[in-house]
T-cell receptor
Framework: GQQLNQSPQSMFIQEGEDVSMNCTSS?????WLWYKQDPGEGPVLLIA???AGELTSNGRLTAQFGITRKDSFLNISASIPSDVGIYFC???????????WGAGTKLIIKP | DTAVSQTPKYLVTQMGNDKSIKCEQN?????MYWYKQDSKKFLKIMFS???????INETVPNRFSPKSPDKAHLNLHINSLELGDSAVYFC?????????FGPGTRLTVT
């Protein structure tokens, strides 16, 4: 099935660094979502975006809905150890359509 | 807070067996889902179900079937288990516009 292009696949960072990841699609979406999955747990919704150009923050996390409607970005500022996990993007055309998922970005903080 | 629960958390079984995974949400959500997450962490939608409609991903084998005894439950039945069915299975529930996930069931077929 269709899958979003999410990059990078994994990131090794130092505590305190800023993190950026993105998701692109070949088709237009009207909703972009970012989830985080901790080991042994289900994905948890972090940020939902519903309007092109929208910039939304959730604490140290900021996500943007790309103006072309074909991409989205997630930034994490001043990373801390509990930020480790897998971050997934997901998009859809509208509420009547299924979510299309990215393959995830695994965030690892170097000791 | 969401309240999507799944049982069991872990399930180890042999090939050829039939098993079920239970999912419950207690917030009156209208739509529930089952996802499969493979070893590469890719999330694949299997089913979505509300009171009126069951939508099946056409790539899901018919050995998999969702059963909803009531609005708060969507259980996943799997017949004739195969090695390739080993994965983590997530139930999700929709509140408002977005989905909220359960903790997952790790199925291992030996």
């Amino acid at each position: 099935g269709q899958q979003l292009n999410q990059s990078p696949q994994s990131m090794f960072i130092q505590e305190g660094e800023d993190v950026s990841m993105n998701c692109t699609s070949s088709s237009i979406f009207n909703t972009w979502l970012w989830y985080k999955q901790d080991p042994g747990e289900g994905p948890v919704l972090l940020i939902a975006l519903y309007k092109a150009g929208e910039l939304t923050s959730n604490g140290r996390l900021t996500a943007q809905f790309g103006i072309t409607r074909k991409d989205s970005f997630l930034n994490i500022s001043a990373s801390i150890p509990s930020d480790v996990g897998i971050y997934f993007c997901a998009g859809r055309v509208d509420s009547n359509y299924q979510l299309i998922w990215g393959a995830g970005t695994k965030l690892i903080i170097k000791p | 807070d969401t309240a999507v629960s799944q049982t069991p958390k872990y399930l180890v079984t042999q090939m050829g067996n039939d098993k079920s995974i239970k999912c419950e949400q207690n917030l009156g959500h209208d739509t529930m889902y089952w996802y499969k997450q493979d070893s590469k962490k890719f999330l694949k939608i299997m089913f979505s179900y509300n009171n009126k409609e069951l939508i099946i991903n056409e790539t899901v084998p018919n050995r998999f079937s969702p059963k909803s005894p009531d609005k708060a439950h969507l259980n996943l039945h799997i017949n004739s288990l195969e090695l390739g069915d080993s994965a983590v299975y997530f139930c999700a529930s929709k509140r408002g516009r977005e989905q909220y996930f359960g903790p997952g069931t790790r199925l291992t077929v030996t």
